[in-house]
C-alpha cells in the first residue's frame, strides 16, 4: 500500500523518536576529491522543530538566526566543526560520540539515525549512538545503486530498458580497447552518440558522450578514474528526464514521496529539479506503475530508506536509467517544501537549482537578494540553503518559490540582476 507523504514521517511518525538528520555526502564519494565538498548543512532547512541535525562543519551562526525568525529548521544542532575535507561525519561521530549522545541524552527520546547514504560506517555510528538506522545495509545500498546491476532487476522484472551492454575494464589487456572500440563503432553505425557510464559513477563523474573521435582518451580517462565496468548505450533523443523518489520505512511500508522534472546540462549532468508543468498523465501513470514494481521488489529483498528512480522519456519509450538508492539532492527540497507549505500554504511551483554568486556572508547574501528572499509570508521568493560552502567559494543553492511558470521566470530573471547565477 502506497500513497504521498513527507519524507520525515516515512523516517519516524513517532513522537517519542528523535530523528538525527546526518546529511553527510561524503560517504557517497569513496574516491573524492577536491571538487565533493560536505553538504551536511542541506538538513538544518529541512529538519522539524524537534529533529536533532549533525553538520560535519561549522554552524552558520546567520543563517540559522534567519530560519528561526521563520520558524523553520530546528534549535537542536551539533557541529564539529572540521574543515571542509577529511573524515565523513558518521566516522567522526564513531570516533567521538559524545557531543551527540549528550544532546540525545538532553533531549530524552529514542534516536534514529538518518544519513545521506548508508555504508558500514553509518551502521556504526548508529550503534554508537543507541539509534536505530534509517537506511540499508552497505552491501544493500552498493547493489541497488549500481547502474548495470538496476539494469539487470529492470530485465528481470520486464521492465524496458535502454539498449546495450556492460563493459568489464582492464586497462592491462591491450585488447581491452579494441573490444570498447567495437561495441562503441556498433552503435555508432546507427545512432550518433554513444554514452559510457560508469556503473558507481555519482553526480556526473563517470559520465561520457562520444561520437567516436575522442575514444581513446576517453578510455584513459575512465580507466584512470578506477572504475571496472561501465554501460554502453546508444544516446537517445530525451524529451524530458523524470525522478520519482520512493521511501521504504523501518517496518518495509513503501511511501511515494513524488515526481519531479530533473534539470540537465548535455542531457546528463543533474544541476536542478522543477516542480510544476509535469509530464502528462499517461507518462505519470507509466513511471508510478514501474517504480513501485521495483520498489516493491527492493523492499523485500531488505532495503529500507530513501530511493530515488530516474528516468528518460523518448520517442522510442519511457526507460529507467538509474536507481539512486539513497537520500537524493532534491529530497530535502521535499522536506523544506513540506515545512513551508505548512506555515503558508501551497506551493504551486518550484525549481531547485545550484546557484553562485560572489563569496560572502549569509548576512550578505540576504542583503545582495533582499528583494526576492524568502520573509516567511510572500510566495513568489527565493529561499536559499545548502549554504555552507557560502563564503569560501560563493556556491549555494536556492528554492526558487512561484504561483506560476511566469513569475519562476521572473524570478530567475531578478537572481541574475543582483548577481547570482546557475553554479
Known amino acids: 500500500m ?39 548543512d542541506r538538513a538544518l ?14 554552524l552558520d551562526q546567520d543563517y540559522h538566526r534567519w530560519l528561526r525568525s521563520h520558524s523553520l529548521g530546528t534549535d537542536h544542532v551539533v557541529a564539529y566543526n572540521m574543515p571542509p575535507c577529511g573524515e565523513t561525519l558518521s566516522e567522526l561521530i564513531v570516533a567521538n560520540p559524545e557531543p551527540v549522545k549528550m544532546k540525545i541524552s538532553e533531549i530524552g527520546r529514542k534516536p534514529v539515525y538518518a544519513p545521506w547514504f548508508s555504508t558500514q560506517m553509518e551502521s556504526a555510528a548508529a550503534k554508537v549512538l543507541g539509534a536505530s538506522l534509517f537506511g540499508a545495509t552497505e ?3 552498493l547493489k541497488h545503486n549500481d547502474k548495470a546491476t538496476f539494469k539487470a532487476l529492470c530485465q528481470r522484472l520486464n521492465v524496458p530498458v535502454v539498449e546495450g551492454v556492460a563493459f568489464a575494464m582492464h586497462p592491462d589487456d591491450s585488447a581491452n580497447f579494441e573490444q570498447m572500440k567495437s561495441l562503441v563503432e556498433g552503435y555508432l553505425s546507427v545512432r550518433d552518440t554513444v554514452i559510457i557510464r560508469g556503473t558507481l559513477g555519482e553526480a556526473g563523474m563517470s559520465l561520457y558522450k562520444t561520437t567516436g573521435d575522442d575514444l581513446a582518451e576517453l578510455y584513459q580517462t575512465i580507466a584512470d578514474s578506477g572504475e571496472k565496468v561501465v554501460l554502453i548505450e546508444p544516446f537517445l ?10 521511501a521504504v520505512s523501518l517496518d518495509g511500508s513503501i511511501t511515494h514521496i513524488g515526481m519531479i522534472e530533473q534539470l540537465c546540462e548535455q542531457g546528463m549532468v543533474h544541476v536542478g529539479s522543477l516542480k510544476g508543468q509535469g509530464p502528462s498523465s499517461q507518462v505519470i501513470e507509466a513511471i508510478t506503475s514501474t517504480s513501485l514494481k521495483l520498489v516493491t521488489e527492493m523492499a523485500e529483498s531488505g532495503y529500507r530508506g530513501v530511493t530515488g528512480f530516474d528516468y528518460i522519456v523518448t520517442e522510442e519509450g519511457i526507460f529507467p536509467v538509474e536507481n539512486n538508492a539513497r537520500f537524493n539532492g532534491s529530497s530535502f527540497v521535499h522536506m523544506i517544501l513540506h515545512n513551508i507549505e505548512e506555515l503558508m500554504g501551497p506551493v504551486p511551483v518550484w525549481k531547485f537549482i545550484k546557484i553562485k554568486t560572489a563569496p560572502c556572508t549569509f548576512i550578505e547574501l540576504s542583503k545582495r537578494i533582499d528583494s526576492v528572499l524568502y520573509d ?30 511566469d513569475q519562476l521566470h521572473m524570478l530567475e530573471i531578478s537572481l541574475k540582476e543582483l548577481g547570482v547565477k546557475r553554479g
Open 2 to 40: 502506497t500513497d504521498i507523504q513527507s519524507i520525515r514521517t516515512t523516517i519516524s511518525d513517532n513522537n517519542d523518536e528523535l530523528v538525527v538528520h546526518a546529511a553527510d555526502n561524503f560517504s557517497q564519494f569513496p574516491r573524492r576529491d577536491a571538487a565533493v565538498t560536505s553538504k551536511c
Open 45 to 58: 532547512a529541512s529538519a522539524r522543530a524537534d529533529d536533532l541535525v549533525v553538520l560535519r562543519g561549522e
Open 139 to 141: 552491501a544493500d545500498t
Open 237 to 246: 533523443n530525451v524529451s524530458s528526464t523524470p525522478n520519482d523518489q520512493w
Open 376 to 405: 516567511g509570508s510572500k510566495l513568489n521568493s527565493v529561499f536559499p540553503f545548502n549554504c555552507e560552502d557560502l563564503s569560501r567559494t560563493g556556491n549555494f543553492a536556492v528554492v526558487l518559490l512561484a504561483e506560476d511558470m
